[in-house]
């Protein structure tokens, strides 16, 4: 039970929510000061870490000379969420698994479940999934879990995917669809995919090499969280995609994260005795995360050792699908969707992240100004987000998928110079 | 250690690939004598190229870690299938920052250039998107290689 209004038109949706899932329950309950209809809200932003629980946090190194890699991907955004609906091709089925926006890591056990059910309902003696993204391979890890044969067929393995050029972390709500355009129905559906996938996720918790993993994630701000934050919308919009068939604000974007804040760990403040950042107000949100090396490989080891099939093969035209010989297909084919199934309604939303050298010792996420750097085990990951204060509209329409590496720099410079203060108060 | 097994082994898959390689010469480019493009047109090509596609398939067509060559594999995976759908597929998706800005010549003559520097020989006409809605991406020989 939660006092929380489930329908996502009561939510508040205008303080910027993307990669900043876990938390958003406490951070978005206070936008346009709701605090009183919302107590459990209260309460939860209100308690404030025990003493003595904030450990000696090991500062990052965050320098733009560090940078090893900087990796562009584009969203495969969809204003009524992922394509999940099943069409004829010549004699084959057809189930679609694509379009996950800035979700698809954290919702990809979930929705494999469901177009494996849809595949499973047919009684096929083997499938074949097209794409080996993060949707391609839990999808053909799921269909063998539910006793099939399964043959991947595709142009890339992980590694060259776009999903490896994601932050990774759990943000099952990040730009996974509109609120009008997808509706109430998708809503059940993405409660149903979040809440599956996040149990698969716990199950790969604790194993050798940490392939998934939780940080404690420090969320900075110069100005207290209850204070209204001016509105990150776009200030020249016009319309909004009922009207021009493109999202042209923030507020028009779904936030779902309500809906499972009961299995989702709350954030808590710091009071300014523990807080060892040279900014004024700060909380802690435990966040869990994916560490693309570790966890890529196991999930290909698993789906040998099932004896698993893997063809390198592009197509070039919906009709190629008829020339597998699995009768059903399940097609995963991400952002290239747009292309190859000419589905004009993928949006590209542009994103990047920059990768320093892993710094091990170091196990904790910081957010601030519209930026995130985050210690994985594959390398200090540092995202500007939302630097240009365009909230979720950061990025829409934009498929210039090239690295930018003032941008990268700009993030970069923003932790450089909070750690330079590091701890506060010495110095 | 090779016993007798790896050496069958050895044998068996040299005379493969040699089958292969004459399998590969029959099937290669289309008859004999057509014209997949003028070399001016290939130039017009090279010179759209530099502009609208080496940023990120790289100035010698090598592409990058994220990014699809349009050299070596890029054959093997376009052999024999109908240029228009590499036609298509170019005019809709590319350049992939601005899809389905460029005009269906410039896309001729990219294609043009592309053709050449996966070894397909000029001739005497400019291929037009009209006429290449008939052609095939010619297979690759050892003659072709580059
Ligand atoms: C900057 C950024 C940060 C992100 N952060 C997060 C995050 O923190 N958490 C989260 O949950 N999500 C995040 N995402 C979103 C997530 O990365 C995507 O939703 C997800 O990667 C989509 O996976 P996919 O498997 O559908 O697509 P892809 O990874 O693109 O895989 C598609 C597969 O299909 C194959 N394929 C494509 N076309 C063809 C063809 N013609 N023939 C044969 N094979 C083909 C490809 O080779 C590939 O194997 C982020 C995205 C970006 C850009």
């Known amino acids: 039970m939660n006092g929380f209004p489930d329908d996502p038109k009561n939510m508040p949706t205008r303080l910027g929510r993307r990669g900043l899932f876990a938390g958003s329950l406490a951070f978005g309950a206070l936008a346009g000061g709701r605090w009183a209809s919302v107590p459990a809200a209260a309460a939860a932003l209100r308690r404030t870490a025990v003493p003595g629980t904030v450990p000696r946090l090991v500062p990052m190194r965050p320098h733009a000379d560090q940078i090893a890699d900087i990796k562009v991907c584009l969203r495969p955004f969809r204003a009524a969420g992922p394509r999940l609906d099943v069409e004829r091709v010549g004699g084959k089925v057809v189930i679609h698994n694509y379009g996950h926006g800035g979700s698809g890591w954290s919702l990809s056990w979930g929705s494999a479940e469901m177009a494996v059910g849809k595949a499973a309902a047919l009684s096929p003696r083997r499938v074949a999934v097209v794409g080996c993204g993060v949707i391609g391979l839990t999808t053909a890890l799921t269909a063998q879990r539910a006793g099939l044969d399964v043959t991947i067929y595709t142009r890339d393995l992980l590694p060259h995917t776009r999903s490896v050029r994601a932050n990774g972390s759990w943000t099952p709500d990040s730009r996974v669809a509109l609120t009008a355009p997808a509706g109430p129905q998708f809503a059940d559906t993405w409660e149903r995919m979040a809440r599956y996938s996040w149990k698969s996720y716990r199950d790969y918790l604790g194993l050798p090499g940490n392939p998934i993993d939780f940080r404690d994630s420090y969320v900075l701000s110069d100005t207290p969280f209850d204070a209204p934050e001016p509105e990150p919308e776009n200030p020249d919009h016009k319309g909004d995609y009922a009207t021009t068939g493109m999202p042209q604000q923030s507020s028009e974007f779904a936030s779902y994260g309500e809906r499972i804040r009961d299995i989702i760990p709350a954030s808590e403040l710091l009071s300014a005795q523990e807080n060892p950042f040279a900014v004024p107000y700060a909380r802690r949100e435990p966040l869990m995360i994916f560490n693309f090396g570790a966890y890529g490989h196991l999930l290909l080891s698993e789906f040998y050792q099932a004896g698993g099939r893997i063809v390198i093969r592009e197509f070039h035209t919906p009709a190629d699908m008829k020339t597998l010989p699995e009768p059903v297909i399940i097609n995963c084919p991400g952002y290239a969707a747009r292309d190859l199934w000419g589905d004009r309604s993928l949006i590209p939303v542009r994103g990047q992240t920059a990768w320093l050298p892993p710094q091990p010792d170091v196990a904790y996420g910081v957010r601030y100004k519209g930026a995130s750097a985050l210690s994985k085990s594959d390398g200090l990951m540092i995202q500007g987000f939302d630097m240009s204060g365009l909230g979720e509209m950061d990025g829409v329409g934009n498929s210039f998928e090239h690295a930018d590496r003032s941008e990268a720099e700009k993030a970069i410079g923003i932790f450089e110079n909070l750690f330079a203060r590091f701890p506060a108060g010495q110095g | ?146």
């Open chain 2, 1 to 146: 250690m090779r016993g007798l097994q790896a050496r069958l082994r050895d044998a068996a898959l040299g005379a493969g690939l040699l089958a292969l390689s004459v399998q590969v010469a029959h099937a290669a480019p289309a008859r004999a004598g057509t014209s997949y493009y003028t070399a001016a047109q290939a130039g017009r090509g090279a010179t759209a190229y530099q502009q609208f596609c080496a940023v990120c398939h790289g100035a010698d067509l090598g592409g990058a870690f994220d990014v699809p060559p349009l050299v070596g594999r890029f054959a093997a995976n376009w052999a024999g299938a109908p240029l228009g759908a590499l036609f298509d597929y170019m005019s809709k998706a590319m350049p992939l920052f601005a899809p389905g800005t460029l005009t269906p010549e410039q896309n001729a003559d990219l294609l043009a250039f592309m053709l050449r520097e996966n070894g397909a020989p000029a001739g005497s006409r400019d291929l037009t998107p009209e006429g290449l809605k008939t052609m095939m991406f010619p297979k690759m020989t050892f003659a072709t290689v580059k």
